[in-house]
């Protein structure tokens, strides 16, 4: 990136629920799921005042009802940020809080603002995706897109046609993999860190705290789902076992230009390096991921082989076979999603770019050796994003101010 050096100062989200009527944010606001995360990024860093956040952007692909009027001014007041403290709201589908993230690292590389807060919310229980939407209809009259590059399942599907190394088997494989993944992640205490507890209501059952996710399914096995039902065609390939599951949650992170944290005496977590979006096909938006990836990694003056740590939102199984087949990591690799991903924890669609970078983040605190690690992710009506971090913890890491001199 030009201009200043950003960093990821700190992060962390909601426990995400199940997106049903009788989900863990059943009668819980979005709006203030987003409140409740921003509010402990603060409280966790007394150290940075207030006055300095200098924009607050988060995302929601349904920018309606409880997640709408414009969610970074809205969340920002409830809060309690000073007045004078700016906000927006922002809108890439699935790379909402993504794309807020590199917006306001924008900003602060350019020197508009010092200090700024993104993340994402989504509450696909109250707002399902694309309900009260109205496509125009010239874009399958015309051609414009297949028909099925509005149903996101049918795109997974599509994957499996175009790719035939893509198979079901392998799908189901890496599916089983997400939620042991996550189960051992879970174990170890590893998931504890990333998650915010939220007090929830219910009008039967008085007040509760969320302290977990709710979507995970421990002990799924290949015979378990081998029989399961293919919802988005029949006879095909893509199930609820190799499919994020439809969930509620927000997250929010802290960014800030190198020089101020270090002023401030805040530590950052990570740099970022490069980001890249792109667009595709979007009758197989997922693989989006790979022409952004590629040009994420030219900006940065890297290699694939250069990158020690991958955190891929797991929309589809398949979405994530395809970007691995083409960077040339094994469906197993260690390097990737080490802790399970989207298909175990779900997929709060808005919120899930921010909720990768957090995973990303407690890796390289974990793991000095890790230098460099990317997060990446496929984008509804054909698009990709990846962005690019380095880890500040490795032996080789320099500051700007020692870059300079």
Known sequence: MLG???????????????????????????????????????????????????????????Q??????????????????????PGYAIDRMCAGAMTATTQVASQIAVGSVDVAIAGGVEHMGRHPLGAGADPNPRFVAEKIV???????????????????ALTRERADAYGVASQARYEAARVAGRIDSDIVPVAVRDPERGWGLA????????GTTLADIADLPTPFRSGGRVTAATSSPLTDGATACVLAAEDVAATLGLAPRMRMVSYAYAG??????????????????????LEIGDIDAIEVNEAFAVQVLALLDELGIPDDATSVNPDGGAIAMGHPLAASGVRLM???????????GLRYGMTTMCVGLGQGGTVIWENPHHAQYTTGSETDR
Do not use: I, K, W
């Open 4 to 62: 200043r050096r950003v960093v990821f100062l700190d992060g962390a989200r909601t426990p995400f629920g199940r997106a049903r009527p009788d989900g863990l944010y059943a009668h819980t606001r979005a709006d203030d799921l987003a409140v409740v995360v921003v509010r402990e990024l603060l409280r966790r860093n007394p150290d940075l005042p207030a006055h300095l956040v200098g924009e607050v952007a988060l995302a929601a692909t349904s």
């Open 64 to 85: 309606v009802g409880d997640q709408g009027l414009t969610l970074g001014r809205t969340v920002a007041l409830l809060t309690g940020l000073p007045q004078q403290v």
């Open 146 to 164: 297949d028909g099925d590059a509005l149903v996101m399942g049918a795109t997974a599907e599509n994957l499996h046609d175009r790719f035939p």
């Open 211 to 218: 302290t977990a996710d709710e979507p995970p399914r421990p």
């Open 280 to 301: 595709v096909d979007p009758a197989v938006m997922g693989v989006g991921p790979v022409p952004a990836t590629h040009r994420a990694l030219h900006l940065a003056g």
């Open 358 to 368: 957090v995973q990303l983040a407690r890796r390289f605190e974990a793991d000095p």
